[in-house]
């Protein structure tokens, strides 16, 4: 599969979310068979991210990380395997355990 660099707010250390966000440059995400990528035009940085990003969510996270729940945007890559969705598609998703990976991603 095809690697991508994409533009991201990463938080750079855990903290004071005004302090630690920052936009980056990063490589995009090597993608096994059953993943998909999204060119995320909107994402939602949310109260449990702002949480998460400060280390006061009960889930905690290592530092840098891309913090966004709420995800939509066009798919741009696409697995071996994956089925019901093609390149161009609009979709949108909830990203809940890491930026990579949505369990459901639904078109419209």
């Given at each position: ?59 905690k ?41 949505v ?6």
């Amino acid at each position: 599969m095809a690697k991508h660099t994409m533009k991201a707010l990463v938080a750079t250390a855990i903290g004071p979310f005004r302090e630690v966000l920052k936009l980056q440059e990063i490589d995009g995400p090597e993608i096994d068979d059953e993943c998909v990528v999204i060119a995320v035009e909107s994402c939602g940085l949310a109260f449990p991210d702002v949480l998460t990003i400060e280390g006061k969510h009960i889930m905690k996270k290592q530092a840098p990380f891309v913090p966004g729940i709420d995800i939509c945007g066009r798919v741009i890559e696409i697995g071996l395997s994956v089925k019901g969705i093609k390149l161009g598609d609009r979709v949108f998703g909830y990203c809940y355990r890491h930026i990579y990976s949505v369990s459901e991603v639904q078109t419209w």
